[in-house]
Structure formats: structure tokens, C-alpha cells
């Protein structure tokens, strides 16, 4: 079971650091993600890191601004938001490959999914 939190309401420019909880299986044992969707928008890919958390990717659009990182003693994964835009507004979910699957961008190379939080940006 994947459960996030940490959303809300926060001002352009801002910062954000969501969480997903991670429970029935070992967090060090799973590759994550987190994406997000916009009203209207397809899900779309935001941020992946592999099991160690040596390695991780960003979608261009993120890039600079979030940073993906896991614990995996506490078995929770973050995602840490700054430089917040008003296109940032979304629903974020975390999501867990049980096996790598290098085409992590896309929605079908998860196992599971969390119910997701929502972030808005705004004045």
C-alpha cells in the first residue's frame, strides 16, 4: 500500500515536500515514481530513482526545481517541490515497480499506486 501526503495550498515560489508511505513490502525492495495530473491532462511522469537511491530522473518540466529521494529504513519516499508554478497544480501520486522496467515514464511500468494528494499553486 502506497499512501502520500504532504499536499496543499502554498504560493508561486514556494515549497512543498510530499510523502508516500510505503506498507506491505520493503521499500529498498521497489523502484518509485511519482507523477502527477492536472485537471483536464493526462497523467504524466515527474520523477523516478532506483533503489538505492543512487540513481534518478526528472521530467524537463521539474528539472532544477524538485528533487526525488527515498529512506528506505523508514520506508517512505519524498518528493521535495520548490520554485512552485501555478502549472505545477496537480493531483501527485507516488507509484512502485516491484522489477525495473526502463520505460519508467510511462504510466504501465507500475505495479501499484497510492490514491494521491493534491498540490495548488496560487496567490
Known amino acids: 500500500q502506497l499512501v502520500e501526503s504532504g499536499g496543499g495550498l502554498v504560493e508561486p515560489g514556494g515549497s512543498l515536500r510530499l510523502s508516500c508511505a510505503v506498507s506491505?513490502?520493503?521499500?529498498?525492495?521497489?523502484?518509485m515514481g511519482w507523477f502527477r495530473q492536472a485537471p483536464g491532462k493526462e497523467r504524466e511522469f515527474v520523477a523516478f530513482i532506483n533503489r538505492s537511491g543512487g540513481a534518478t530522473n526528472y521530467a524537463d518540466s521539474v528539472k532544477g526545481r524538485f528533487a526525488i529521494s527515498r529512506d528506505n529504513a523508514k520506508n517512505t519516499l519524498y518528493l521535495q517541490m520548490s520554485s512552485l508554478k501555478s502549472e505545477d497544480t496537480a493531483i501527485y501520486y507516488c507509484a512502485a515497480q516491484t522489477f525495473y522496467r526502463p520505460a519508467y515514464y510511462y504510466i504501465d511500468a507500475y505495479d501499484y499506486w497510492g490514491q494521491g494528494t493534491q498540490v495548488t499553486v496560487s496567490s
Open positions: 506491505g513490502r520493503t521499500l529498498s525492495s521497489l523502484f
